[in-house]
Structure formats: structure tokens, C-alpha cells
């Protein structure tokens, strides 16, 4: 059993008690409105998308087992219900299995100056939608490329694949930004 801080509130929470779901809404909210925000790139849609979230995991709060912390467990949630609504949207993935198409040295030779998250969050805005959501479950959230490839239901090799093709197209938006 995994040793929850807020075990308290989450258990009046359970329970029905309004006040601790409030409470347990406000201990998390931004941090998993940033979460939806990564994935969905409105601040409209990670809105709609994060009560949806909330509601869905209210009403399924009595699965919650603490064998992970609150958080982790409502994290999933909100991604899942991210993804859900790009693939509802019918958002393009491109799929490539094939990894050596891409050069992996040639990413890595020339150094960009140091960059900050908003200059990195400001590039990913111009990848696709398939690309942003692999590079921001990975490098944004920490999810690995098996979990990625669980949530997103491909293979592993493809989140890998997607993930590289994203680094080289920020290295491009940003080489350009500093050339031009």
C-alpha cells in the first residue's frame, strides 16, 4: 500500500462529503490543468477537459486503492480523457516503424544555446498533434515509451519513433529561431 498524505480527504471524499471533494479538487487542480493543457494546447479545451476529468474520477474514486499516490492515479485520468478526445477528434498520428530513419547523431552535434521550458513549450505549439502528445507524455509528464504506447495503444517502438521525430522537428523550429 503506497502511503497517501491526504488519505483523510480522500476518504470523505469517497464517502460524498462535498466539502473534502472541494478540498481534494483544489489540493490538484492546477497541477492537472497544466497536465491537460500540455496535451490539448487550448486553455478552453484542458478546462473542459480537466472537469470532465474530475467528474470521472469522483464518480470512480471508490476504485482508487492506494497502491500509487492520489495524484499519479489522477494524472492517468486526465490524460486518458486527453486522449480520448483527440482520438474522438480523429487527430492524425503518423506511425513509423521504422526507427533508422531518423539519425539520432545528427540531432545531437550541433548544441543549441540553452533553452527555456516556455521557449520548448512555444515550439511544440508547430508539431503535429501525434508528435506533441508522445513529446509531452514523455519529456513533460515522465511517462515511459511502454506507458506511452499502453495510453495511446501502438507500439513502443512508435512512441520512440514519434518522440525522436518531435526532438528533431523542436531543434528545427528553435535552430531557426536563433538563425533567423
Same mark, same amino acid.
Not at 159 to 164: I, L
Not at 166 to 180: F, G, M, V
Given at each position: 500500500?503506497?502511503?497517501?498524505?491526504? &488519505?483523510?480527504?480522500?476518504?470523505?471524499?469517497?464517502?460524498?462529503?462535498?466539502?473534502?471533494q472541494?478540498?481534494l479538487y483544489?489540493?490538484?487542480?492546477? !497541477?492537472?490543468?497544466?497536465?491537460?493543457?500540455?496535451?490539448?494546447?487550448?486553455?478552453?479545451?484542458?478546462?473542459?477537459?480537466l472537469?470532465? !476529468?474530475?467528474t470521472?474520477?469522483?464518480?470512480?474514486?471508490?476504485?482508487? &486503492?492506494?497502491?500509487?499516490?492520489?495524484g499519479?492515479?489522477?494524472?492517468?485520468?486526465?490524460?486518458?480523457?486527453?486522449?480520448?478526445?483527440?482520438? &474522438?477528434?480523429?487527430?492524425?498520428?503518423?506511425?513509423?516503424?521504422?526507427?533508422?530513419?531518423?539519425?539520432?547523431?545528427?540531432?545531437?552535434?550541433?548544441?543549441?544555446?540553452?533553452?527555456?521550458?516556455?521557449?520548448?513549450?512555444?515550439?511544440?505549439?508547430?508539431?503535429?498533434?501525434?508528435?506533441?502528445?508522445?513529446?509531452?507524455?514523455?519529456?513533460?509528464?515522465?511517462?515511459?515509451?511502454r506507458?506511452?504506447?499502453?495510453?495511446?495503444?501502438?507500439?513502443e517502438?512508435n512512441?520512440?519513433?514519434?518522440?525522436?521525430r518531435?526532438?528533431?522537428?523542436?531543434?528545427?523550429?528553435?535552430?531557426?529561431?536563433?538563425?533567423?
Open positions: 500500500m503506497y502511503p497517501e498524505k491526504n &488519505r483523510e480527504i480522500i476518504e470523505k471524499s469517497r464517502n460524498g462529503d462535498l466539502r473534502a472541494y478540498s483544489n489540493l490538484y487542480v492546477k !497541477a492537472m490543468l497544466n497536465v491537460s493543457y500540455r496535451i490539448m494546447g487550448t486553455l478552453e479545451e484542458a478546462e473542459d477537459m472537469q470532465e !476529468a474530475f470521472e474520477a469522483f464518480t470512480k474514486l471508490h476504485t482508487f &486503492r492506494y497502491d500509487s499516490a492520489f499519479a492515479w489522477l494524472k492517468r485520468i486526465v490524460v486518458n480523457k486527453c486522449i480520448n478526445e483527440i482520438n &474522438r477528434k480523429k487527430a492524425d498520428l503518423s506511425y513509423f516503424d521504422d526507427m533508422a530513419h531518423f539519425d539520432n547523431k545528427s540531432f545531437d552535434d550541433d548544441k543549441l544555446p540553452e533553452l527555456s521550458v516556455n521557449e520548448i513549450k512555444r515550439a511544440m505549439e508547430h508539431l503535429p498533434q501525434g508528435n506533441k502528445i508522445i513529446f509531452s507524455l514523455y519529456l513533460l509528464e515522465g511517462y515511459d515509451h506507458e506511452i504506447a499502453q495510453i495511446l495503444n501502438t507500439s517502438s512512441s520512440k519513433t514519434q518522440y525522436m518531435a526532438r528533431k522537428r523542436i531543434k528545427e523550429i528553435l535552430s531557426n529561431t536563433y538563425h533567423d
